[in-house]
Each structure stands twice: as structure tokens, then as C-alpha cells.
């Protein structure tokens, strides 16, 4: 039995060293937090609330603003285009945001303009255009699509896209 201390290799020091990436860590603390709740899900997909780093406070108010502001003009474009004016429920005004909340959204609309791509409102409503401009021909996809991501758990989506897509499920 050999108890002499020698140095470490540089391969050892860098196997013992090297930090978990953020990834791993992510997994780890699911696998944790697991252990007493199985039915636990986790899911990284930004909505457009969670990407303004707004607060839970009154969230129905910033669901009818940022509908208003960002998808009320396509959805009622697209339902005109088919001919189902009005078709969709008459939505009650809700209060009205503070000053600061409206400069943060003002300040973020460039952000949020690069990040389209990533924000599940508007990948939802990308996925609506394209089931509206096919013909017939990959409406069926679009459609299997869209009702799959109704189901996925993200937090704070927008209640109100989320019912209009239901709508239009639905009716076409």
C-alpha cells in the first residue's frame, strides 16, 4: 500500500475542478426536486410576460394590454379574411397599467422585436398565419401543431391568444 502524496496530474486536477455548466445544474435540481413531486414539469419557453420580467401582480391587465398591442390587429385580420367578423366574445376593459410598467414595455419593444422567434405568443401566431395562408395543403399540420402547444405548461401565456386560437380551432 503505496501512502505517499504525490501531485496531481494536469488531467486529474482538471477532471476534479471543472465546474457543472448550467444545463447539468438545471437537470439536478429537476432530478431534486423530483424526488418528492413526480409529476413535476419544467419548461424554459419564454412567454411575452416572462420575457418583459413582469411581476404576478394583476396579470390580466397586462394579458389584455399586450393582446391589444401586439395580436388583436393579426387575429382580427385573419378572421376577416374568412369572414367571421365578430365572431369572437366582446372583451371587458380591464385597469389600467402603471406609468413604470409602460415605460418597461415601451423600452423592451426592440428587444421584443428580435426575440419573435422565441416567445411562444408569437411563435403561436406565426403558426396561425401559415394555417390560414395554406390552402388545403399542410392545414392539417398546422392544425396538429397548434393543438399540441395549447397543452404544453409555460408560464404566463397570454389567456386571451390562447382563447382566440382555441376559436379558431374550433371553427375551421
Not at 8 to 21: N, Y
Not at 53 to 62: C, D, P, Q, S, T
Not at 111 to 124: A, C, T, Y
Not at 144 to 172: E, R
Amino acid at each position: 500500500m503505496d501512502l505517499r502524496q504525490k501531485r496531481l496530474t494536469a488531467e486529474e486536477w482538471d477532471s476534479l475542478e471543472i465546474p457543472v455548466s448550467t444545463n447539468e445544474k438545471k437537470i439536478l435540481n429537476l432530478i431534486y426536486n423530483g424526488y418528492h413531486d413526480v409529476n413535476i414539469s419544467y419548461n424554459e419557453t419564454l412567454s411575452i410576460i416572462t420575457y418583459v420580467k413582469i411581476k404576478a401582480r394583476n396579470l390580466e391587465v397586462y394579458h389584455t394590454y399586450f393582446y391589444n398591442k401586439y395580436f388583436k390587429k393579426t387575429i382580427d385580420a385573419l378572421l376577416d379574411s374568412k369572414g367571421k367578423k365578430g365572431a369572437q366574445k366582446k372583451r371587458k376593459k380591464g385597469g389600467k397599467l402603471k406609468k413604470a410598467d409602460q415605460i418597461r414595455i415601451n423600452n423592451s419593444d426592440k428587444k421584443i422585436e428580435l426575440m419573435k422567434g422565441n416567445i411562444f405568443e408569437f411563435v403561436l401566431l406565426n403558426i396561425i398565419k401559415k394555417f390560414f395562408q395554406d390552402d388545403k395543403g399542410k392545414r392539417s399540420y398546422y392544425y396538429y401543431t397548434l393543438s399540441q402547444l395549447l397543452n404544453y405548461k409555460i408560464l404566463n401565456v397570454n389567456t386571451l391568444l390562447m382563447n382566440d386560437i382555441k376559436y379558431l380551432l374550433i371553427t375551421f
